[in-house]
């Protein structure tokens, strides 16, 4: 069973910075996707960074150049720094990891979800 842990929300204001963590307990195979979706208040889930296989990075345009995604896989834990936060960069974000690939910055069709962690970005 695969356990996946987000950490690293908060409240910013905007212009600022947060990292999340998200660690895997757990098998999470090494050629796995991995990434980040967002939850907005009233919005449909959507993705915002995933790593495929090949450890090839993807984002949505409305947050190429703020957010990065990284993976250690020796610590078993996914990372995103995200910078330059705006007001609609609120919202939950949740830890995804599956066998399926990527796309735009989400990863197709999960097998394992975090329970998320939230992030508030105030103007």
């Known amino acids: 069973q695969v356990l996946l842990v987000e950490s690293g929300g908060g409240s910013v204001q905007s212009g600022g910075s947060l990292r999340l963590s998200c660690a895997a307990s757990?098998?999470?195979?090494?050629?796995?996707?991995m990434g980040w979706f967002r939850q907005a208040p009233g919005k449909e889930r959507e993705g915002v960074a995933a790593?495929?296989?090949?450890?090839?990075?993807s984002y949505p345009d409305s947050v190429k150049g703020r957010l990065t995604i990284s993976r250690d896989n020796a610590k078993n834990t996914l990372y995103q720094e995200m910078k330059s936060l705006k007001p609609e960069d609120t919202g939950m974000y949740y830890c995804?990891?599956?066998?399926?690939?990527?796309?735009?910055?989400?990863?197709?069709?999960?097998?394992?979800w975090g329970r998320g962690t939230q992030v508030t970005v105030s103007s």
């Open positions: 995804a990891a599956g066998n399926g690939g990527t796309w735009r910055g989400a990863v197709y069709e999960p097998d394992f």
């Open positions: 790593l495929d296989r090949d450890g090839i990075p």
């Open positions: 757990g098998y999470i195979h090494p050629m796995w996707s």
